[in-house]
């Protein structure tokens, strides 16, 4: 099924077209690669299906709602509850143990904290960093950073996670484990995953790929790698 629907997106930075009328479609499960050249609109598109960004013109329906039109208090919302965003440098809060950082995203929703930090260990688990939870974000490596964030991203079991090149920071081993944990998670939890990338590596892991070149979609296609439900 669908969740996830952009339909004729512009979007510009001042005078900078960055989106000029892009189409997509994201189903449930689905790990969706979106490729293309630095400065092709592939950050752009993704914070306009996330609801961080309001396109200037065209829709974005999430499970049968307009969240464009939402106002920035019902995004925000909704980016702490069925959208889980991985921004690009994790943004790990320094002052917090690991697994209150992951934790977060539920405190802020009123979970309870027993509650919030034994679901936030779960999930470090899931990404083979639970040893970690105690330790402060300054203490890990730039791969544990990254697994802690990923983790954070997902505790509250989003319907879509977004993610702006979440191997860049990556060497490629590290890269690959991460991508094979977040096929788990797909296909464990319905989760869909889009993923900015310019990485053909990170592409081989994604049934779908949304290539853009110019601010334009010129490529949207299932690649062959099986499918998450497979
Ligand atoms: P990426 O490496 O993913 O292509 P960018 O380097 O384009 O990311 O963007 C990193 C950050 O800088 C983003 O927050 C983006 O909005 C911002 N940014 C990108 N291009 C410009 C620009 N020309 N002027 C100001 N900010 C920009
Ligand atoms: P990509 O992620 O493919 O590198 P972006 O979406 O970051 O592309 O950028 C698309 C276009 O919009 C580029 O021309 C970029 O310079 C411009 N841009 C992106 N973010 C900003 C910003 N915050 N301010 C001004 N221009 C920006």
Redesign the pocket.
């Known amino acids: 099924a669908t969740v996830l629907t952009g339909i004729d997106l512009e979007r510009a930075?001042?005078k900078?077209?960055?989106l000029r009328g892009v189409s997509c479609a994201v189903r449930a499960g689905e790990i969706v690669a979106i490729t293309?050249?630095?400065?092709?609109?592939?950050?752009?598109?993704l914070l306009c299906l996330a609801g961080v960004l309001v396109p200037d013109a065209g829709t974005v329906t999430y499970d049968g709602r307009r969240i464009d039109q939402l106002p920035e208090g019902e995004r925000s919302r909704l980016r702490r509850t069925e959208l889980g965003v991985l921004f690009q440098f994790g943004q790990l809060i320094p002052e917090l143990p690991v697994a209150e950082n992951v934790a977060l995203p539920l405190l802020l929703s009123g979970a309870r904290r027993k509650a919030a930090l034994a679901t936030a260990t779960e999930w470090l688990d899931r990404f083979g960093v639970a040893d970690l939870a105690a330790r402060y974000p300054g203490e890990l490596s730039g791969g544990q950073k990254q697994r802690a964030s990923v983790a954070r991203a997902l505790v509250t079991d989003p319907r879509v996670l977004f993610a702006?090149e979440p191997t860049g920071a990556l060497d490629s081993l590290a890269g690959e484990q991460l991508l094979t944990q977040l096929t788990r998670v797909a296909r464990e939890n319905g989760t869909a995953v889009l993923i900015?990338t310019h990485e053909a590596q990170v592409a081989a892991y994604a049934q779908r790929e949304i290539a853009?070149w110019d601010?334009a979609v010129v490529d949207d296609g299932l690649t062959d790698a099986p499918t998450a439900g497979a």
């Open positions: 930075y001042g900078t077209p960055a293309g050249p630095s400065g092709s609109g592939k950050s752009t598109l702006d900015v853009l601010g």
